[in-house]
């Protein structure tokens, strides 16, 4: 069976990345490394240990193929990545509090409820709920 391991995002800041997927989205940290030269290697994972075995990179997203990439996808809307939530409602509210800007709030999108939010390193990220 194969599954995945890792995935990355491209992120403005690997430090103030860190410091919003772990203290305002709720990860924790999994791997922290100062590979030197001001490179760090950083992951997150969920929290509650439902997905021990998959990662987050927070992967800079400075250069020639991954800065125009993400900046093309921000501005078209995209979401970077999606994230799963048992309710959406709850984490607008909570997130909202916590002074997270959503470009939208909680909406029907066929079978989920979907909202989102800017990470504030350069990506829009969609929180979605299973409908019913």
Not at 21 to 45: K, M, P, Q
Not at 82 to 102: C, K, T
């Amino acid at each position: 069976m194969i599954k995945v391991a890792m995935t990355s995002v491209y992120v403005d800041d690997v430090t103030r990345a860190h410091a919003f997927y772990t203290d305002v989205l709720g990860f924790e940290t999994r791997t922290h490394l100062d590979l030197g030269g001001g490179t760090l290697f950083v992951t997150v994972g969920a929290a509650e240990g439902a997905q021990r075995d998959l990662q987050l990179l927070l992967e800079p997203g400075q250069g020639p193929i991954a800065e125009p990439y993400r900046k093309a996808v921000y501005e078209a809307g995209l979401p970077a990545i999606v994230f799963s939530v048992d309710d959406i409602q709850a984490e607008y509210e909570r997130l909202s509090a916590l002074g997270v800007r959503f470009t939208h709030g909680p909406q029907e999108q066929g079978p989920i409820i979907a909202a989102i939010l800017d990470d504030t390193v350069g990506n829009l990220i969609q929180l979605a709920e299973p409908k019913g």
